[in-house]
C-alpha cells in the first residue's frame, strides 16, 4: 500500500510559478512511475506529467509542455511538478498518482494508476 500527500497549491496571479510536491510513504513508492492530473469543476480528470521509476523518462501533456518540469527525488520519496508561466486555465485541484504495474512507463491515462492523494488546489488569478 502507498500513500500519497500533495502539498504547495495555492493563490497566484497569471505569469507566476508554483512548485507541487507528491509525498510517497510505504511499500517501495521509489519503484513506481508516478503521474500528476488535474481536474477543474465539471471537467474530466486531465493528464499534466508523469515520470518513470528513475526519472529518466518523463512525459507531459501538450498544453503544460515548455512551462511545467516534472522530477523526483527518490531518496526524499517525493515527486515535484514545477509550474511556470500559469495561465489561469491552468486553475484545478492537482493530483498525484502511483503506477504499481509498470515502473518504466509514463502514462497518461487515470486508469493506469492505482494510488492517488487528496489533492491540492491551484488558483491562477487574471
Known amino acids: 500500500q502507498v500513500q500519497l500527500v500533495e502539498s504547495g497549491g495555492g493563490l497566484v496571479q497569471a505569469g507566476g510559478s508554483l512548485k507541487l510536491s507528491c509525498a510517497g510513504s510505504?511499500?517501495?513508492?521509489?519503484?513506481?512511475?508516478v503521474g500528476w492530473f488535474r481536474q477543474a469543476p465539471g471537467k474530466e480528470r486531465d493528464f499534466v506529467a508523469a515520470i518513470s521509476w528513475s526519472g529518466a523518462s518523463t512525459y507531459y501533456a501538450d498544453s503544460v509542455e515548455g512551462r511545467c518540469v516534472i522530477s523526483r527525488d527518490n531518496a526524499k520519496n517525493t515527486v515535484y511538478l514545477q509550474m511556470n508561466s500559469l495561465k489561469p486555465e491552468d486553475t484545478a485541484v492537482y493530483y498525484c498518482a502511483a503506477d504499481r504495474n509498470s515502473p518504466i512507463r509514463v502514462g497518461s491515462t487515470p486508469t493506469m494508476y492505482e494510488y492517488w492523494g487528496q489533492g491540492t488546489q491551484v488558483t491562477v488569478s487574471s
Open positions: 510505504g511499500r517501495s513508492f521509489d519503484s513506481y512511475a
